[in-house]
């Protein structure tokens, strides 16, 4: 156990837990948007894969980092609009919508970087971002390294969170998603568009799934792989759930399972696993499933999710 | 002037021409990434049609490639017959595959390894449904999330054990011990790859139709799906209903395993399925859930899946293009069943 604690309090390992929660951050936030206006969206594991390749060729072809974050995030927020498209104008069973976005982001993601790149026996790498280390602050001994000297979007993930509260809790616009997602009938009543609304929430939350998506192949792996996002979006889709729809949860949530997987990384690296490390690896998805089972008593899910609105329909 | 208005029935040629009018967009909307790619359209659709179908050995190939996928399909049509949202056929897959080969690998005749390898595929695959339909009946979860989790869990339990206990203690590779060699499903013609579990595929899609179609279950099933509140009003234990769907539509994914295992792979990786769990949403809709219209849907995303290979030697076209297909074909499918909801009608320029 005390070598568990002492591994925590290293600045590496602390580091290590940022860095592995800000793509699952940007992505449960994206999630969440959706969601929270009535749009589950699993077509996000695919914006993830696409924004990312996306995001590693602008900044590779342009030499611009900052190029590729932008392109990742157009990409996100444009798949998002064909999620809504699907989903909201069209009113089409959202799961199926998103399985069929993910199965054609990621092929799309797949072919362009192919026909881009070509078959390489090593894949093309780019110099990515570097630590930005914060004055003053980056000085706090353990917490200062680890916290404050790290990527630029790690520092956005971190605004991103109080941020996204503030937006859904405390602007109009933030009590129309809550409204289009928990009452549609009644957000209709009052003047709210509902499908306006949802469009721009699963637009929003496309564009932070693009940016899980630059994070991962422009600061953490610095190349695409057809690995590199391995079930992410699937974790945010668990974090979600886990995290009660609720911006602070859902990050809470993410830095939890940050932890987790720190952890077994270092087992694994140190040889301390006796455990199999996929058995961390299932655990937010367990966790998940028994908390859905847990919370199913006090509704905490959006009441419309899944439903889509029809005017016509009374 | 043209109006869209709600549809109340929709004609039986419908459930053919939907399918061809979003696999014809599907083919026309991919052509653009050919023409991206420098290569001719005709060319590359030619050269993936005959390396897919053009020949009776490119045939078997397909057929081989399209089995895993008539069993997810099947299993998916099932379930979303009865509107159980499974999106975890995946899943179910993989514990099937697992199941079959730890039985496989036990020595004893031939025929007995292979009834009980699919017994034990169909039995894990549909325990594994069985979690989301529980969550659902007892404790009112939703099963699309839950099933899409459990995909992720199997996943890296069958890492678990092919990097731990099953591991390849010679090479040490990521890989499961073979089954034994009198486990291995016949090959039914000489020279090719087409195997027992495939003839089992193409049987069980006209047993499942007749299960849906001619038995009280079917019956339950489908007005389970249709009216949830006009089956319990009419008498039917719709959350039995439920479990039941699962424990059929968890045992064909199971089966799907079991095919690869003894047919194509005679062990279990980590890629024992590239995807063919998700596959089999894509083919159920292209088959308008019918069990029967499941096997040319399986049969077409596998000749796209072969043929795509060929197609890339040929004219170096990414053989991704068969991912996108198989995406776009999803989402033309989906665009294509608003014909089914309404139906545009000409009417007179009134005031």
Redesign the interface.
């Known amino acids: 156990m005390s070598v568990v604690l002492e591994q925590i309090f290293q600045v590496g390992f602390l580091a290590a837990i940022i860095r592995i929660a800000t793509p699952l951050a940007f992505a449960t936030l994206g999630e969440m948007f959706s969601e929270r206006a009535g749009v589950?969206n699993?077509g996000i594991e695919?914006i993830m894969l696409l924004s990312a390749m996306t995001g590693f060729t602008a900044a590779s072809l342009s030499g611009s980092l900052w190029l590729g974050v932008l392109a990742a995030v157009l990409t996100g927020a444009l798949m998002g609009a064909?999620h809504a498209l699907?989903t909201v104008a069209?009113g089409?069973?959202q799961?199926?919508?998103g399985?069929?976005?993910?199965?054609?982001?990621?092929?799309?993601a797949?072919?362009l970087y192919?026909?881009i790149f070509g078959q390489q026996s090593v894949p093309p790498n780019i110099k990515g971002f570097e630590t930005l280390p914060i004055p003053i602050l980056s000085d706090i001994p353990v917490l200062g390294p680890a916290v404050f000297n790290q990527f630029s979007l790690v520092y956005m993930a971190m605004l991103a969170i109080p941020l996204a509260a503030f937006v859904l809790y405390r602007t109009p616009w933030g009590l129309a998603v809550r409204m289009v997602g928990e009452n549609p009938r009644a957000a209709d009543s009052a003047g709210v568009s509902v499908i306006a609304t949802r469009f721009q929430a699963v637009i929003l939350g496309g564009a932070l799934m693009g940016l899980a998506g630059a994070f991962l192949s422009m600061a953490q792996f610095n190349a695409f792989t057809f690995g590199v996002v391995s079930?992410r979006g699937?974790?945010a889709?668990?974090l979600v759930?886990f995290g009660r729809w609720d911006p602070w949860r859902s990050a809470g949530a993410a830095l939890l399972f940050a932890f987790v997987d720190a952890l077994q990384l270092r087992m694994q690296a140190s040889g301390l696993g006796h455990i199999?490390y996929?058995?961390f690896?299932?655990l937010p998805?367990?966790f998940?499933?028994v908390a859905?089972?847990v919370m199913?008593r006090n509704a905490v899910?959006p009441s419309a999710?899944?439903k889509p609105f029809r005017r016509e329909e009374r | 002037m043209f109006r869209l208005e709600a549809r109340t029935s929709t004609p039986a040629w419908f459930n053919l021409a939907l399918p061809l009018l979003a696999i014809g967009a599907t083919l026309i909307l991919c052509s653009g990434?050919i023409a991206?790619?420098g290569a001719g359209v005709v060319e590359a659709y030619g050269v993936m049609f005959s390396a897919s179908l053009g020949d009776s050995y490119a045939i078997t190939e397909t057929l081989v490639r399209a089995a895993p996928m008539i069993f997810t399909g099947l299993a998916v049509a099932v379930a979303f017959r009865a509107k159980f949202?499974n999106?975890g056929a995946e899943g179910q897959l993989l514990a099937g595959a697992v199941a079959s080969c730890a039985v496989g690998a036990i020595p004893m005749p031939g025929p007995l390894a292979m009834l009980l390898m699919a017994l034990a595929g169909a039995a894990a695959g549909a325990a594994v449904a069985l979690?989301p339909a529980t969550?659902r009946v007892k404790?009112?979860?939703?099963d699309?999330?839950?099933s899409?989790?459990?995909?992720?869990?199997f996943?890296?339990?069958l890492?678990?054990l092919i990097?731990?206990p099953w591991k390849d203690s010679f090479s040490g590779y990521p890989i499961s011990p073979p089954i034994e060699d009198t486990a291995n499903f016949p090959v039914l013609l000489e020279g090719t790859r087409l195997h027992l579990g495939v003839v089992a595929a193409l049987v069980a899609a006209p047993v499942i139709w007749f299960v849906v179609a001619r038995t009280t279950l079917g019956f339950r099933i489908r007005v389970t799906g249709e009216n949830p509140e006009a089956a319990r009003y009419g008498g039917i234990n719709v959350e039995r209903v439920l479990i039941s769907t699962a424990l059929l539509s968890g045992a064909l994914a199971g089966l799907a395993g079991v095919g690869e295992v003894g047919g194509v792979h005679f062990q279990v990786m980590s890629d024992i399925s590239p995807?063919y769990g998700?596959s089999g949403?894509?083919v159920a809709?292209l088959a308008r859930l019918n069990p029967l219209g499941v096997v040319p849907a399986a049969i077409f995303l596998a000749a796209v899946m072969t043929g795509a290979e060929a197609m890339s030697r040929a004219t170096g076209v990414?053989a991704?293009?068969?991912?996108?297909?198989?995406?776009?074909a999803?989402?033309a499918m989906?665009?294509a069943?608003?014909f089914t909801a309404y139906r545009i009608r000409r009417v007179g320029a009134t005031k």
């Open positions: 589950l699993l695919g064909v699907f069209l089409l069973s799961h199926v919508c399985i069929g976005v993910t199965l054609f982001s990621s092929g799309l797949y072919f192919r026909l079930g699937w974790v889709i668990a759930v199999p996929e058995a690896l299932m998805f367990i998940t499933i859905m089972a199913s899910a999710l899944l | 990434l991206l790619a949202w999106i979690i969550l404790f009112r979860v939703d699309v999330v839950s899409l989790l459990l995909n992720s869990v996943f890296y339990a890492m678990a990097e731990g995807g998700y949403i894509v809709m990414p991704f293009l068969s991912d996108v297909i198989q995406g776009t999803l989402l989906l665009a069943l608003l």
